[in-house]
C-alpha cells in the first residue's frame, strides 16, 4: 500500500501539479511565447495528464505498479534530460522575470523531478522483486 501510495503521490506531481503550476502568465498564457511554442506546452502538459489517468488506473486498477512506475520515469526522466541538455537549445529554469523557484539552494522543479524519479526507479525495482518472488515460490 506504501508502495502504491508514493507511486501516485509521482503521478500527481507530474499530472496536476506541473499543470497547475503553468497555466498561469510565465507559461501558457505567456504572451511573449511563440503561438507554435505555447501549443507545445499545452500538448506537452496534457499528454502528461492524460499519461498520469493512465498509470493511476494501472497502479490502483490493474496493479502493475511496473508499467506505472516505468512511465512515470520517463515523464520525469525526459523533464530531467532536457534540464541537463538545454544549453543546446538554449532552455532555462529562470523565469521571464528574471525569478527561479528554488528550494533549498536547488531549483525547484529539477529537485521534485529528480526525488520522484528515484522513488518511482525505486518502485519499479520493488515491484520487479516481489513479483520475481512470488513467482518462485509457486
Given amino acids: 500500500m506504501i508502495l502504491k501510495a508514493l507511486i501516485t503521490l509521482g503521478i500527481l506531481v507530474y499530472g496536476l501539479l506541473v499543470p497547475i503550476l503553468e497555466v498561469n502568465p510565465s507559461h501558457v ?3 511573449d511565447w511563440p503561438a507554435h ?3 507545445h506546452e499545452v500538448w506537452q502538459l496534457i499528454t502528461n495528464s492524460m499519461l498520469a489517468l493512465y498509470c493511476l488506473w494501472l497502479t490502483w486498477v490493474k496493479k502493475d505498479l511496473i508499467l506505472s512506475s516505468v512511465i512515470g520515469m ?3 526522466g525526459g ?3 532536457a534540464f ?3 544549453e543546446t537549445f538554449e ?5 521571464p522575470d528574471g525569478s527561479e523557484t528554488t528550494l533549498m539552494g536547488m531549483n525547484a522543479g529539477v529537485l ?3 526525488f520522484v524519479f528515484v522513488v518511482f526507479a525505486w518502485a519499479a525495482l520493488t515491484a520487479y522483486r516481489d513479483q520475481s518472488a512470488l513467482i518462485k515460490s509457486a
Avoid: Q
Fill in 29 to 31: 498564457f505567456n504572451p
Fill in 84 to 86: 541537463l541538455l538545454k
Fill in 37 to 39: 511554442a505555447l501549443l
Fill in 91 to 95: 532552455g532555462s529554469m529562470v523565469h
Fill in 112 to 114: 521534485v523531478f529528480t
Fill in 79 to 81: 523533464f530531467l534530460l
Fill in 74 to 76: 520517463l515523464v520525469t
